[in-house]
């Protein structure tokens, strides 16, 4: 992408937080409701939409496909991440009137972190074929450890005692935890989006898409949390077959394009896409259908 671009999205998204910055600060004793935060999550999924077709006009219909099989992965890595935050605030009792803040700032921390990823994750891909072994390896460990994990989890680590033996307020014990999580989620998503796009505009702008709007996000699912029981599941299913097709890919970068006699398949953008839509489909209808028994069961037995 030409410089102009680059400016002109830079531009964009200092804007969009500097708006979300100033609503946060000016609205930060009043507690978000469902009706508000339902809107402003329609806006900025309807301006993800709206930019993914964009792209298709002034760039490629590759592009376009690789923008949103790479937005909706990360707004799904995102919204796992987002019940984490959800756990650590409730954990550390932060008051309702300082969410917004501590949110808004935990969602930047995330956004510089994975700017830094990208540009080491676009420097090493460019240079050197063989990352993509290593890319792929470590997405598919990391479904391994989703797989065995039952529920959304979060441990208070040493740092965050050593910050309450200190006296840290809350708030300030918040946005470390908030900040060290931003980091092991930026570990998986730059990755995994690597493993759909090779363009680093497109792993920029389908990272910042699926972060803005997390705050508002965040006031919408928290109900929802414990409703998406096999959420992490279908995350863990994504990332291996991401996996998988880095390491076909890492194959053919290095000019091996059989194995013991077998060709290497190559696999599509577009079948990425219809994997990733699909295994999210099913994992959130199966989910609200087993939860929603349980909860009539519940009920019964009560």
């Known amino acids: 992408m030409s410089s102009t671009v680059w400016a002109i999205t830079f531009a964009g998204l200092f804007t969009v937080l500097a708006i979300d910055l100033s609503i946060a600060i000016l609205r930060r004793n009043i507690e978000t409701s469902f009706k508000e935060a339902a809107t402003w999550t329609v806006i900025y999924v309807t301006a993800a939409i709206i930019f993914g077709i964009s792209v298709g006009q002034w760039s490629t219909s ?12 990360e707004y799904s890595l995102s919204i796992d991440n987002l019940f984490i935050f959800i756990i650590i605030l409730a954990r550390l009792k932060i008051a309702k009137s300082k969410e917004q803040l501590v949110l808004l700032i935990g969602i930047i921390m995330a956004l510089v ?8 994750g676009a420097a090493a891909v460019e240079r050197y074929t063989w990352v993509f072994f290593i890319f792929g390896a470590f997405l598919l460990l990391t479904a391994l450890k989703l797989q065995g994990e039952s529920d959304h989890e979060w441990k208070e680590g040493k740092l965050i005692l050593w910050l309450k033996k200190r006296g840290s307020s809350p708030v300030t014990i918040a946005l470390f935890a908030l900040a060290f999580t931003d980091l092991i989620f930026a570990l998986d998503s730059i990755p995994a989006i690597f493993g759909l796009t090779k363009d680093p505009y497109i792993v920029f702008t389908a990272n910042v898409f699926a972060l803005m709007g997390l705050r ?8 929802l949390m414990k409703r998406l029981i096999y959420l992490t599941k279908g995350l863990s299913l994504i990332l291996a077959f991401i996996g998988v097709k880095l390491i076909l890919e890492a194959f053919h970068g ?5 194995l013991l006699g077998v060709h290497i398949p190559e696999i599509s953008t577009q079948l990425s896409l219809v994997v990733i839509i699909g295994t999210l489909a099913i994992t959130a209808i ?14 019964n037995h009560h």
Not at 254 to 258: A, F, G, M, V
């Open 62 to 73: 590759q592009a376009q496909s690789e923008f949103f099989a790479g937005w909706i992965t």
């Open 113 to 120: 972190l994975r700017g830094i990823f990208i540009l080491l």
């Open 216 to 223: 508002q996000l965040y006031f919408l699912i928290g109900g």
């Open 254 to 258: 290095i000019e091996i394009h059989t």
């Open 286 to 299: 199966s989910s609200l259908v087993v939860s929603g028994k349980r909860g009539i069961n519940k009920a």
